[in-house]
T-cell receptor, first 114, second 108 residues
């Protein structure tokens, strides 16, 4: 049982390049989330999705877009990467309604924007 | 100022010591999460509790809803407990706000 799988694990971009972080869960969870983690700060919510086809902005959505095409997958896209987006990104899911219940995290994707 | 405050920020202990990590939050909540992040980076959920105490192996989590405070205790600490411990509380419309984490190092 893989749980939550994120790809890629590491990525280096140049300013202005675009990329998509992929996330998939095999636990049949409805709720999925994207967080970023920066040194000295707590995890911050970028976007979240309560169910297939629905997404909402979190605390720090600027510069990002998301897509929830099906129940399993929730992708995060950077259209024009900036150095301020250098961070570690975590995808998470939960069985229960949004923001309730135990969270299951992916292993993280470390992104560096030069 | 983070509305979920953890203390201490860094903690070094000798193997076998009893460890306490504290978490305070600013508004009433329905439940609080404790998470563990290992040096490799992965995050796992340890506890979700809304009252009283929960125990899992050598880990014990307590919460005092009235005082807006929770503690995570580790008994008989071991080097493999070395990790970052994070608390998170649903402060605004149930959206989780995360503490900055407590870096624990247990020396053998």
């Amino acid at each position: 049982n893989a749980g939550v799988t994120q790809t890629p694990k590491f990525q280096v971009l140049k300013t202005g390049q675009s990329m998509t972080l992929q996330c998939a869960q095999d636990m049949n969870h409805n709720s999925m989330y994207w967080y970023r983690q920066d040194p000295g700060m707590g995890l911050r919510l970028i976007y979240y999705s309560a169910s297939e086809g629905t997404t909402d902005k979190g605390e720090v959505p600027n510069g990002y877009n998301v897509s929830r095409l099906n129940k399993r997958e929730f992708s995060l896209r950077l259209e024009s990467a900036a150095p301020s987006q250098t961070s570690v990104y975590f995808c998470a899911s939960s069985e229960a309604a949004l923001f309730t219940g135990e969270l299951f995290f992916g292993e993280g994707s470390r992104l560096t924007v030069l | 100022k983070n509305e979920v405050e953890q203390s201490p920020q860094n903690l070094t202990a000798q193997e076998g010591e009893f460890i306490t990590i504290n978490c305070s939050y600013s508004v009433g909540i329905s439940a609080l999460h404790w998470l563990q992040q290992h040096p490799g980076g992965g995050i796992v959920s340890l506890f979700m509790l809304s009252s009283g105490k929960k125990k899992h192996g050598r880990l014990i989590a307590t919460i005092n809803i009235q005082e807006k405070h929770s503690s995570l205790h580790i008994t008989a600490s071991h080097p493999r407990d070395s990790a970052v411990y994070i608390c998170a509380a649903p402060l605004y419309g149930n959206k989780l706000v995360f503490g900055a984490g407590t870096i624990l190092r247990v020396k053998s």
